[in-house]
């Protein structure tokens, strides 16, 4: 259940991430980017944590 409860925690924080790219680039909510890389490096990290925090959530689970 904890990886779980981590995978929505970090499911809100992407949240954040794209919201700060997409809506409001100059003055984000979460992070001020940069460049595009730095962007999609931290869109592929999270995404990728947020997928295994969350299978690996409701493996345990069951």
Same mark, same amino acid.
């Given at each position: 259940?904890?990886? $779980? !409860?981590? #995978?929505?925690? &970090?499911? $809100?924080? $992407? #949240?954040?991430?794209?919201?700060?790219?997409?809506? @409001?680039?100059?003055?984000?909510? !979460?992070? @001020?980017?940069?460049?595009?890389?730095? *962007?999609?490096?931290?869109?592929?990290? &999270?995404? !990728? &944590?947020?997928?295994? &925090?969350?299978?690996? #959530?409701?493996?345990?689970? *069951?």
């Amino acid at each position: 259940m904890t990886n $779980l !409860a981590f #995978g929505i925690i &970090l499911f $809100l924080i $992407l #949240g954040f991430v794209q919201y700060s790219w997409f809506y @409001d680039p100059n003055n984000g909510v !979460a992070i @001020d980017f940069k460049s595009k890389s730095s *962007y999609i490096i931290t869109t592929i990290v &999270l995404g !990728a &944590l947020v997928g295994y &925090l969350i299978t690996t #959530g409701i493996f345990q689970s *069951y």
